[in-house]
Every structure is written in structure tokens, then in C-alpha cells.
């Protein structure tokens, strides 16, 4: 049984980005705790567990830099996380063009291309988990998310059409949906929408980081050995997406 339990992260390397605060931090944290080595790539230094890497994903030099640093100091890395991600709360007809595109830099391309550059590394050493953190918005959509929505939904199609591309690898990619998570970024959101999402959770309060990061690590350990190109939701039931 203790076998079975383990989740086989053991001296492991492991690359999360937005590994600094919320649910990245909370994933890295759970990810040192199973033995992993863990680099944080994050805008902002973290005060937590890790060793960072100062990255902004939306700068295409500071991701090749990222991958450069990493493959040097350790090698090719078993696990991935794109925890990075940003939102503000704005009707689509008043997003400007500018404000779409640093959404859609932050969330989708960012994700793409942090992956882009880590997975030939992955490939050749015939393993390795990428798990993308997207959003429950999309899925379902989500008023004043348009373009997060977008980019996330993105990040759903991205999951699955790299996990065919890599499955002979073999390597694992999937992807985990947080619903409305009590995170700094959620603290973020105008107070009478927060309260709106609680209530309508039918669970009646937020998640906590740590619980979306236990499916974090779920994808990323050899529990998921079998799960490739895979969408779950953390979400107290807010959304059940077939
Ligand atoms: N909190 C929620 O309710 C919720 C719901 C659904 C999805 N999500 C997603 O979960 C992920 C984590 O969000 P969180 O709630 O923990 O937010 P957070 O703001 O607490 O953490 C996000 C981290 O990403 C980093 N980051 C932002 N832009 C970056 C950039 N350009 N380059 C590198 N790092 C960058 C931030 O510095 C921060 O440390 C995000 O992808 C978010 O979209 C969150």
C-alpha cells in the first residue's frame, strides 16, 4: 500500500511557472514536499520554497533563458507546470487591443511557449508530465472574462493536441481547470462579483490553492500514469462540463 500512495516525484525536477504566489506556490509546495527539485519561474521573487528563476513569459529571450538555465543546472525537467496567469474584469466591447493581446500573451502564449521550449528535452529523455493550469472560464465561458476565456479555452486545445503529438514519447499532458480559488489574484476581482461566484459554488466557498494543487500533483506524479490529454475541474461543483 505505502507504494502505491507514493507519488513517485522523488529527486525529480520540476518547472512551475507563476510559482510564486496562489496556486503555483501552492503546487510547488506540494511538489518539495514529494521530493521534487523545483524551479520557480515567476515575475516576482517568492519568499516560499523553490529556487527562482526570474521569468516573464509574455518576453520570448527571458523564456529561452529560462529554459537555458534549467537544462543546465538540472537537466531535462520530469515535470512542467503553467501556473503563470493574469485577469482583469472588463466588458469585451471596452477591452482595447492592447489588453487582449497582454491576456492572451499572458495566459496562452505564455504556456505554449514556456512548453515549446522545455518539451525537446522531455522528448528525448522519453518522459515527462505537463500539467497546464487554465480556468473553468474556459470551458463554459465566463461574463467579463471574454478574452481570458479565450486564452484559456486555448490552453484546453493546446493541452490536447500536444498530448497526441508527445503520447509516444511517452509524455503526459493535461490540464487543470480551477474554479474560484482564494488566491491574491481572485482578491483581485470586484468585490460584488466574489461574492456572486461563492454563493453560486455549490460547495458555498472558495477553493483553497492547495486543493487545486493536489491535481496539480496528481498529473504530475505516476498516479496519472495511464491519463494523457485530460481536463479536470477544481471547482466545488461550480461547473460540471461533460
Ligand atoms: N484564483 C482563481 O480563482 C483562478 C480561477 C481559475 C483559474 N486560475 C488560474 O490559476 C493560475 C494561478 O492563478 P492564482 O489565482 O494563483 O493567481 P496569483 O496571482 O496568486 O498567481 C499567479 C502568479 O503568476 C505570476 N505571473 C503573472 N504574470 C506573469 C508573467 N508574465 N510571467 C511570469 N509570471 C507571471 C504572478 O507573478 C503570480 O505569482 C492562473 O493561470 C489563473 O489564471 C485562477
Known amino acids: 500500500m505505502a507504494e502505491r500512495s507514493d507519488p513517485g516525484l522523488e529527486g525529480q525536477i520540476a518547472v512551475v511557472t507563476g510559482g510564486a504566489s496562489g496556486i503555483g506556490r501552492a503546487a510547488v509546495d506540494l511538489l518539495e514536499a514529494a521530493g521534487a527539485r523545483v524551479f520557480v519561474a515567476d515575475l516576482n521573487e517568492s519568499d516560499g520554497p523553490g529556487e527562482f ?35 482583469e474584469i472588463r466588458p469585451f466591447v471596452e477591452s482595447d487591443f492592447e489588453f487582449i493581446e497582454r491576456i492572451v500573451r499572458i495566459n496562452l502564449l505564455g504556456c505554449m511557449k514556456v512548453t515549446r521550449c522545455l518539451l525537446p528535452a522531455m ?65 483581485s476581482l470586484p468585490e460584488k462579483l466574489r461574492g456572486a461566484l461563492e454563493r453560486a459554488i455549490p460547495f458555498r466557498r472558495l477553493a483553497r490553492p492547495e486543493e487545486v494543487a493536489e491535481a496539480i500533483l496528481f498529473f504530475a506524479s505516476r498516479r496519472s500514469d495511464y491519463v494523457t490529454g485530460q481536463v479536470m475541474s477544481v471547482s466545488g ?5 461533460g
Open 123 to 187: 522528448l528525448e529523455a522519453g518522459r515527462g508530465k505537463v500539467v497546464n493550469v487554465a480556468s473553468d472560464a474556459g470551458r463554459v465561458g465566463s461574463s467579463g472574462e471574454t478574452a481570458y476565456a479565450s486564452a484559456k479555452g486555448g490552453v484546453i486545445a493546446f493541452t490536447k493536441s500536444v498530448a497526441r503529438e508527445t503520447a509516444r514519447g511517452p509524455l503526459h499532458v493535461n490540464c487543470v481547470c480551477p474554479g474560484p480559488t482564494d488566491t491574491p489574484l481572485f482578491a
Open 237 to 241: 461543483g461550480l461547473t460540471m462540463a
Open 53 to 87: 528563476i526570474c521569468t516573464d513569459v509574455t518576453v520570448d529571450a527571458a523564456i529561452e533563458a529560462l529554459s537555458e538555465t534549467v537544462l543546465e543546472r538540472a537537466g531535462a525537467p520530469h515535470v512542467l507546470v503553467n501556473a503563470a496567469g493574469w485577469d
